[in-house]
């Protein structure tokens, strides 16, 4: 079993709007707490880029493609990592990733399956 499940995708419209979760099932609060988390997507044919990360829910960065339009934040007692996204676009077709990271910006734990979020018409 994965460290990390993504879940929450789907097939929206452009402006649409779907919310992404990351649960960690098999970590332990005391693990799961301290971890700073990424959410990631690949396109096909292109590398897989960061997209938003938190350490708290009021420390967190964007990507420019994404600010304003995507809100990342997290639930300790859930253990789980949400990702908000509005007024999507066809150019946010990808997989959708979860991990928590190191201070050198590495991914801590191998990749789950992702959450497919395809934007079409």
């Known amino acids: 079993q994965a460290q990390l499940v993504e879940s929450g995708g789907g097939l929206v419209q452009p402006g649409g709007s779907l919310r992404l979760s990351c649960k960690a099932p098999r970590m332990i609060t005391s693990v799961f707490n301290p971890n700073q988390f990424g959410w990631y997507r690949q396109a096909p044919g292109k590398e897989r880029d960061l997209v938003a990360s938190i350490i708290t829910n009021s420390n967190t960065n964007y990507a420019d493609s994404v600010k304003g339009r995507f809100t990342i934040s997290r639930d300790n007692a859930r253990k789980t990592v949400y990702l908000q996204m509005n007024n999507l676009e066809p150019e946010d077709t990808a997989v959708y990733y979860c991990?928590?990271?190191?201070?050198?910006?590495?991914?801590?734990?191998?990749w789950g399956q992702g959450t497919q979020v395809i934007v079409s018409s």
């Open positions: 991990n928590a990271f190191t201070a050198t910006k590495q991914p801590k734990y191998n």
